[in-house]
Structure formats: structure tokens, C-alpha cells
């Protein structure tokens, strides 16, 4: 099917009765083919409608306009100041699932063909009106289940990313302009001294790798953070996560080992998703069973970005507490300390400090969380852990890739940068640089989809939802 000739429509809002439904058409034959379908309150034919007016009209069916199926509201946008950029039409019809299949199949009839998953945007993306990394983060707002991952790709959708890229396409463009100019023109253009283009070089290198490091946070924000509840029996592992997420995910008791699986819970703080895991007690046992679950714990230690070491101050800093210390540190990971049990006995936050060498008392949280009974020091748990990760990690006014097809063309562009670099210090031939250099800004240039292949493309969009 030749994409640009045709004319798709789809329904764009989720199946299901709702108050309105929105129906979309895009081709060069869009107006033609509502035209056919719609009669305008006024008489008006739409040819006679100016864009983005919302205008009143009734659907009715194709070569039987006795026949009314919807009263509704469209607005037509003429190419190329549409979505897609070609001819579109919008109309927003009531929201049954019987009534826009109905509106639907009526386009068909004359002459829509249906839209493939993320074709709007596909067109969008072919007639230039957003590049890749734009289109990428159409779906990533749609699929966003957290506030900092929805801003980060709104601003991407905004082009802060393409902006980013193309300034260093830009850059690696000027140079090898710089390099030919001066083999071409040697009698006015002085020599280029190759080794003097290292520093700058290096640094858009280093400015790449930012990009490419960015990554890994970028997925915290879409997918959330990991927060893993370790601790001996009955310290009041469960309890918290039950304070945590604001309801009883976890079996409470005060019989040591109730925990055997990891129990998760996924809770939204601030814009960020925090998964919570609750582990089984870390001890000596001779269980079989509980003595899985304590495996479990410790995968959970390795796989979690911050551990919530749990301390009872009823039964402080046992041999067990120091074990399990040093287990946890193993791993590098955030630590928060709790004392928990606080309304049982005065916690002892000095004597945690010297035991395990702490250089603040930022890192200890006091809490309780008796049964049937107000919980204490929970809020203050939740902004710890966000502080960490997010001062630690992440900046809110930085942008994140989040997207691993992108993550992928800059490590190739790194590559070649790398190979530039020890060229540069072995003597390179101008020529070869400039080609080098060349390359390099198409291969930088693919992060915004020019010159990618068709198959990435279409894997990419057909991820889309129908409609977008
Ligand atoms: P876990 O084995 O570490 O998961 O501990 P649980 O959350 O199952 O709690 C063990 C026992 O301690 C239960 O009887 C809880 O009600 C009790 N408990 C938990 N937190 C507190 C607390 O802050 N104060 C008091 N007094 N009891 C608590």
C-alpha cells in the first residue's frame, strides 16, 4: 500500500462508551471523503469551512444522506498545517462503541482505508512535521505512569532532545566543512592543524556520553525505583511496607518467617514510582522453605537501587542486625537505616551512627508502625528515599534518554568518535578525517531517523496504538 496516497481514518479514543469519541482522517482526500459523510448544520459544504473551526454537523450514511447516524463536531485542518501534514479531518462524534464503528465503516465505504497502529504519527514523522526522537516520545506519553518520566518525554515531544543532536550534528558538520575547505582552497584558507581539533572533539564525545549515561536514569523514571525491605524477623518488615503503600498488602504477624516470597507493591511518590519489596527475615534458620525465601531476600538486595535496613529498637543492634549489615554493604547500594518500634523503646541513633560508621544521621529514620495504631516517621521515609535517589541520581531539570534504540545510534557514534580520536593522534590523512568526520554526523543524524532503515521504522510505529 502506497502510504501517502491513501487516505486512513481511525477511531483515536479507547474502546468503550464514553461522552464523546474521536474519529480521524488524514490523505490527500480527507475533506472528500468527510464531505461525503457529513452535512454541515449550515448548509455550508466543507470545502466552504475554514480550518480549525469547529463546526456542527450530522454524520450520515454514504449515498443515503436520509439516513442520519450522529449529530457531532469536526474541525478540518488542510495540509500542510495539520498533525500529519496532510489533509485532515476531525470529528467528534458520541462516544458508543456501536456509533463510531458505525461512522467508521461509513468512511470506509467512501474510500478511507483503516490506519495502521501509529500511522498518523508515521506521516507526521515522513512529512517532517516531527522527527523520530519527537514521534518516540508521542507513544512514551501516552504509556507515562509517572509524572517525572510524562516530563521528561513532553520535553522531548517539544524538541528538546533534536535540539541537542542537531547541535552536535551541526558541530561535526562545520568541521569536516572546515578540514575540506582548507585541502581544497589551500591558497586561502590556511592549514588546518589536525591535532588541535582533539580538545573539541573530545569534549562533544564527552557531551555524548552525558547523553548516552543519562539512560540508565531515564529508566528509573519510567519504570520506577526499587526499594528492597531488609531486615531480621518481626522487626516490622511488612508493617512498613503496609504503611508504605497505604494498605494491608502484607501478612502481619509476630510469628517469625510469615514472609517467604518477596511480597511487591508499586506506589507513586511525588512523580516517581516506587517499588516496594517486602522480604523474608534474614536469620539462621533450618527451614527449607524459609531458607529460599532468605535466597530470594538477597537476589532482592542485588536487583533494588536503595535497601531499607530495619532495625527494632525493642531489639537493638543484635549479632544478627551487624550480619545482615555486611551482606547489605556487599552490594554498594543506598542505604536507609530505620529504627523501627519507637513508641516501644527510645531509639538509640548515636550508638547506630558509631556501629556502622555513618557520616550523617540524614541516612536514619525513626518509625512505627503498630497494628490498628497511627504510624510515625513514614512520610519522612518516603522524602529520604526520593531525596537519594533524585539528589543522588537524578535532575529534574536534566534531560533523560529513555529509549534504547536512541541509547544505541549514539554508542555507535562514540564508537566512530573514538576511532576519529586515535586517527587524529596517529596522523590521519585530511582526507580521511573529513570522510570520518562525515559520517559521524549522519550516524548522529539517525537518532533523529534520517536515513534509518524502513524496518526500524516500522517497528518502531507499530508499537503506536491504532489511531495515533
Ligand atoms: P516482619 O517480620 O519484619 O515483617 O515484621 P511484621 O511487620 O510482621 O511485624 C512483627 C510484629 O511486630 C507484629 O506483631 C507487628 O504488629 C509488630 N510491629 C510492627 N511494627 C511495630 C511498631 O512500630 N510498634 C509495635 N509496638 N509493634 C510493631
Given at each position: 500500500?502506497?502510504?501517502?496516497?491513501?487516505?486512513?481514518?481511525?477511531?483515536?479514543?479507547?474502546?468503550?462508551?464514553?461522552?464523546?469519541?474521536?474519529?480521524?482522517?488524514?490523505?490527500?482526500?480527507?475533506e472528500?471523503?468527510?464531505?461525503?459523510?457529513?452535512?454541515?448544520?449550515?448548509?455550508k459544504?466543507?470545502?466552504?469551512?475554514?480550518?480549525?473551526?469547529?463546526?456542527?454537523?450530522?454524520?450520515?450514511?454514504?449515498?443515503?444522506?436520509?439516513?442520519?447516524?450522529?449529530?457531532?463536531?469536526?474541525?478540518?485542518?488542510?495540509?500542510?498545517?495539520?498533525?500529519?501534514g496532510?489533509?485532515?479531518?476531525?470529528?467528534?462524534?458520541?462516544?458508543?462503541?456501536?456509533?463510531?464503528?458505525?461512522?467508521?465503516?461509513?468512511?470506509i465505504?467512501?474510500?478511507?482505508?483503516?490506519?495502521?497502529?501509529?500511522?498518523?504519527?508515521?506521516?507526521?514523522?515522513?512529512?517532517?512535521?516531527?522527527d523520530?526522537?519527537?514521534?518516540?516520545?508521542?507513544?512514551?506519553?501516552?504509556?507515562?505512569?509517572?509524572?517525572?518520566y510524562?516530563?521528561?518525554?513532553?520535553?522531548?515531544?517539544?524538541?528538546?532532545?533534536?535540539?541537542?543532536?542537531?547541535?552536535?550534528?551541526?558541530?561535526?558538520?562545520?568541521?569536516?566543512?572546515?578540514?575540506?575547505?582548507?585541502?581544497?582552497?589551500?591558497?586561502?584558507?590556511?592549514?588546518?592543524?589536525?591535532?588541535?581539533?582533539?580538545?573539541e572533539?573530545?569534549?562533544?564525545?564527552?557531551?555524548?556520553e552525558?547523553?548516552?549515561?543519562?539512560?540508565?536514569?531515564?529508566?528509573?523514571?519510567?519504570?520506577?525505583?526499587?526499594?528492597?525491605?531488609?531486615?531480621?524477623?518481626?522487626?516490622?518488615?511488612?508493617?512498613?511496607?503496609?504503611?508504605?503503600?497505604?494498605?494491608e498488602?502484607?501478612?502481619?504477624?509476630?510469628?517469625?518467617?510469615?514472609?517467604?516470597?518477596?511480597?511487591?507493591?508499586?506506589?507513586?511518590?511525588?512523580?516517581?514510582?516506587?517499588?516496594v519489596?517486602?522480604?523474608?527475615?534474614?536469620?539462621?534458620?533450618?527451614?527449607?522453605?524459609?531458607?529460599?525465601g532468605?535466597?530470594?531476600?538477597?537476589?532482592?538486595?542485588?536487583?533494588?537501587?536503595?535497601?531499607l535496613?530495619?532495625?527494632?529498637a525493642?531489639?537493638?543492634?543484635?549479632?544478627?542486625?551487624?550480619?545482615?549489615?555486611?551482606?547489605?554493604?556487599?552490594?554498594?547500594?543506598?542505604?536507609?537505616f530505620?529504627?523501627?518500634?519507637?513508641?516501644?523503646?527510645?531509639?538509640?541513633?548515636?550508638?547506630l551512627?558509631?556501629?556502622?560508621?555513618?557520616?550523617i544521621?540524614?541516612?536514619?529514620?525513626?518509625?512505627?508502625?503498630?497494628?490498628?495504631?497511627?504510624?510515625?516517621?513514614?512520610?519522612?521515609l518516603?522524602?529520604?528515599?526520593?531525596?537519594?535517589?533524585?539528589?543522588?541520581?537524578?535532575?529534574?531539570?536534566?534531560?533523560?534518554?529513555?529509549?534504547?534504540?536512541?541509547?544505541e545510534?549514539?554508542?555507535?557514534?562514540?564508537?566512530?568518535i573514538?576511532?576519529?580520536?586515535?586517527?587524529?593522534?596517529?596522523?590521519?590523512?585530511?582526507?580521511?578525517?573529513?570522510?570520518e568526520?562525515?559520517?559521524i554526523?549522519?550516524s548522529?543524524?539517525?537518532?533523529?531517523?534520517?536515513?534509518?532503515?524502513?524496518?526500524?521504522?516500522?517497528s518502531?510505529?507499530?508499537?503506536?496504538?491504532?489511531?495515533k
Amino acid at each position: 500500500m502506497n502510504i501517502v496516497n491513501s487516505t486512513i481514518a481511525a477511531i483515536s479514543t479507547a474502546k468503550g462508551n464514553a461522552a464523546i469519541a474521536i474519529i480521524r482522517i488524514s490523505g490527500r482526500y480527507a475533506e472528500k471523503i468527510a464531505d461525503s459523510i457529513i452535512k454541515t448544520k449550515s448548509g455550508k459544504k466543507l470545502q466552504e469551512i475554514e480550518n480549525y473551526k469547529i463546526t456542527l454537523g450530522k454524520i450520515v450514511k454514504y449515498k443515503n444522506s436520509q439516513v442520519c447516524i450522529d449529530e457531532v463536531l469536526f474541525w478540518i485542518a488542510r495540509s500542510p498545517n495539520s498533525y500529519t501534514g496532510e489533509n485532515f479531518v476531525e470529528i467528534n462524534c458520541h462516544g458508543g462503541f456501536f456509533v463510531t464503528q458505525l461512522i467508521l465503516d461509513e468512511l470506509i465505504k467512501a474510500g478511507a482505508v483503516l490506519a495502521n497502529p501509529g500511522e498518523f504519527t508515521r506521516r507526521a514523522f515522513m512529512n517532517g512535521k516531527l522527527d523520530l526522537t519527537q514521534a518516540e516520545s508521542v507513544i512514551q506519553i501516552i504509556n507515562s505512569e509517572s509524572r517525572l518520566y510524562l516530563e521528561n518525554s513532553v520535553k522531548c515531544l517539544n524538541g528538546e532532545l533534536s535540539e541537542k543532536i542537531n547541535y552536535l550534528k551541526n558541530f561535526f558538520i562545520s568541521i569536516a566543512s572546515r578540514i575540506s575547505a582548507s585541502n581544497d582552497f589551500p591558497d586561502e584558507i590556511e592549514e588546518i592543524d589536525i591535532k588541535s581539533l582533539y580538545p573539541e572533539i573530545d569534549e562533544k564525545k564527552k557531551e555524548i556520553e552525558k547523553i548516552v549515561d543519562s539512560y540508565e536514569n531515564g529508566v528509573k523514571l519510567e519504570k520506577g525505583i526499587k526499594v528492597s525491605i531488609i531486615g531480621k524477623p518481626n522487626v516490622g518488615k511488612s508493617s512498613i511496607l503496609n504503611a508504605f503503600v497505604g494498605f494491608e498488602r502484607s501478612i502481619v504477624t509476630d510469628v517469625e518467617g510469615t514472609t517467604r516470597d518477596v511480597v511487591e507493591e508499586e506506589t507513586n511518590v511525588d512523580g516517581l514510582i516506587i517499588k516496594v519489596y517486602d522480604t523474608a527475615g534474614i536469620h539462621e534458620s533450618l527451614n527449607k522453605i524459609e531458607k529460599i525465601g532468605i535466597k530470594y531476600s538477597i537476589e532482592n538486595i542485588k536487583s533494588c537501587d536503595v535497601v531499607l535496613f530495619v532495625l527494632n529498637a525493642n531489639s537493638f543492634l543484635t549479632k544478627e542486625d551487624i550480619a545482615i549489615f555486611e551482606i547489605i554493604n556487599l552490594y554498594k547500594k543506598h542505604i536507609i537505616f530505620i529504627i523501627n518500634k519507637i513508641d516501644l523503646r527510645e531509639p538509640k541513633v548515636d550508638i547506630l551512627i558509631k556501629t556502622f560508621n555513618l557520616s550523617i544521621k540524614e541516612d536514619v529514620v525513626l518509625v512505627s508502625t503498630p497494628q490498628n495504631e497511627k504510624n510515625i516517621g513514614i512520610d519522612e521515609l518516603k522524602k529520604k528515599i526520593y531525596k537519594k535517589v533524585i539528589n543522588d541520581n537524578i535532575n529534574t531539570n536534566e534531560l533523560y534518554i529513555t529509549n534504547a534504540r536512541q541509547k544505541e545510534c549514539l554508542n555507535k557514534t562514540l564508537d566512530s568518535i573514538e576511532k576519529i580520536l586515535f586517527g587524529i593522534q596517529n596522523n590521519i590523512s585530511h582526507d580521511i578525517l573529513c570522510f570520518e568526520i562525515e559520517e559521524i554526523s549522519k550516524s548522529i543524524e539517525n537518532v533523529l531517523g534520517t536515513n534509518i532503515q524502513e524496518e526500524i521504522i516500522e517497528s518502531i510505529f507499530s508499537n503506536f496504538c491504532v489511531g495515533k
